[in-house]
Every structure is written in structure tokens, then in C-alpha cells.
């Protein structure tokens, strides 16, 4: 039975997950980050860096969805728009940023990409395609051979809207 510590730093295993909550990032089989309310603890580091991944892990209070809590001049703030602002400067009204590695308890600012909230939905956890598919649909549509765009939505399980859609750029847009 495979087990890990408690990321609130107490020291004690964590439980296994006992059916998958994407939300909460349980996967059924699989330890949990944390014993239940410790999340909420004081943790003497920000984030801890992922070595694989390269991501920033929050390592203090996580919301309902997944999201670090993080606390600034005295508001409760969502930890990853607290660190994209505090290396990229305040967040334009009506942007928000994206997790570009799914992960939503990182806070690495280069993780993350602003895009509209439509987007924002459009790229989230249920989202078919991803950025290297959408890439992939751009490049097959330029070779000599092309599929169909019914072919390809079959292919990906979307609409042949969503297909046209990313070849207009309308979603999944490139950085610029």
C-alpha cells in the first residue's frame, strides 16, 4: 500500500484517495496531498518545486478546486494570480491565467498564459483537444495529403466547429 507524507509538514501518511475528484486532484488508489484539514495549515514555504515538472506547488491553504488560498494586504487571493502579478504586473480585466501545465496548484508564472475566460473554459479539465493537438490539426491541413474536417473532428471526438475554430485561431491561439 503505497503512501506519502502530508504536505502540511506534520509528518503523518496521508490516506489514499477513495474515488477521483479532478477538482480536489484525488485520483481513486492514490494518496491525497493532505490529511483532512491540514491544507489549511501553515506551511514554512510558499511552494515546493517539482523537479519533473517544473512547476511550483503551493504548499499552504488550497481551496474546494484545487486552487492555493494566498493572503494579501489583508484579502484572501488565488495564489497563482497573486505570483503572475507579482512577476508580469496586474491582470487586464477580462483575462485570466491559464494553467498551461494543468496543474492548479502551481504558481510558476511561466506555467501560465493569459487567455479570456472563454478560452479559459474552452482549455479546462473536460477540454478534448490540448495545445499539441491543436498544433497537430494546424500542420495536417498543410500536408498534401489533408483528412476532412469531419475526419479529424472524429478522430479528436469534437465537433467540426471546434475543428474549424482552431484552424481560425478562434481557440487555441499561439502565444505571441
Known amino acids: 500500500m503505497q503512501h506519502r507524507l502530508c504536505e502540511c ?7 489514499l484517495a477513495s474515488q477521483t475528484n479532478r477538482s480536489r486532484g484525488y485520483v481513486k488508489g492514490e494518496p491525497i496531498r493532505f490529511i483532512n484539514g491540514h491544507n489549511r495549515r501553515k506551511s514554512p514555504v510558499e511552494y515546493v518545486v517539482d523537479q519533473e515538472t517544473g512547476c511550483w506547488i503551493w504548499q499552504r491553504g488550497i481551496n474546494a ?3 492555493g488560498r494566498a493572503y494579501d494586504k489583508g484579502k484572501t487571493v488565488q495564489a497563482h494570480r497573486l505570483f503572475y502579478e507579482r512577476n508580469y504586473g496586474p491582470i487586464p480585466d ?3 491565467p491559464d494553467h498551461l ?4 496548484a502551481c504558481v510558476n508564472p511561466d506555467h501560465m498564459e493569459l487567455v479570456s475566460r472563454a478560452e479559459n473554459v474552452r482549455r479546462g479539465a473536460a477540454a478534448k483537444l490540448s495545445m499539441a493537438k491543436a498544433r497537430f490539426i494546424r500542420a495536417v491541413v498543410l500536408a498534401p495529403i489533408k483528412p476532412s474536417r469531419r475526419a479529424l473532428a472524429a478522430e479528436f471526438g469534437v465537433t467540426v466547429a471546434a475543428i474549424q475554430a482552431v484552424l481560425e ?7 505571441s
Open 9 to 15: 509538514g506534520c509528518g503523518q501518511e496521508t490516506p
Open 94 to 96: 477580462g483575462l485570466d
Open 101 to 104: 501545465c494543468r496543474n492548479r
Open 169 to 175: 485561431g478562434r481557440s487555441w491561439k499561439e502565444a
Open 65 to 67: 478546486y484545487g486552487y
